[in-house]
Nanobody, 123 residues
Framework: QVQLVESGGGLVQAGGSLRLSCAAS????????MAWFRQTPGKEREFVAG????????YYADSVKGRFTISRDNAKNTVYLQMNTLEPKDTAVYYC????????????????WGKGTLVTVSS
């Protein structure tokens, strides 16, 4: 069992930066692919960024490429999302997730989810 707790959300002006953290419990964290998703009211939860277990590869939604960076520290059981040049359209609840499957669909591959942290970007 893995528990995930996000932190670092808040209110920021457009053009600013935030760094989200996701602390994981459980000895198997380092073997999981980890990802960040986001959701706004009335919309599906969407993939933002994902990273393989050894940080060998990172994947991004087109909407955040070049602005967001996902990373992980397996020694600290933590995954991060550095968000730069934030835009009002980035406003959402951001969720951390982890999983061991590989189907080609990040959302379907995730076994564990955090409760989310709210990011609000003002114009």
């Amino acid at each position: 069992q893995v528990q995930l707790v996000e932190s670092g959300g808040g209110l920021v002006q457009a053009g600013g930066s935030l760094r989200l953290s996701c602390a994981a419990s459980g000895r198997t964290f380092s073997s999981y692919r980890m990802a960040w998703f986001r959701q706004t009211p009335g919309k599906e939860r969407e993939f933002v960024a994902g990273i393989t277990w050894n940080s060998g590869s990172a994947y991004y939604a087109d909407s955040v490429k070049g602005r967001f960076t996902i990373s992980r520290d397996n020694a600290k059981n933590t995954v991060y999302l550095q968000m730069n040049t934030l835009e009002p359209k980035d406003t959402a609840v951001y969720y951390c997730a982890g999983g061991s499957r590989y189907t080609g669909n990040w959302k379907n591959d995730m076994d564990y989810w955090g409760k989310g942290t709210l990011v609000t970007v003002s114009s």
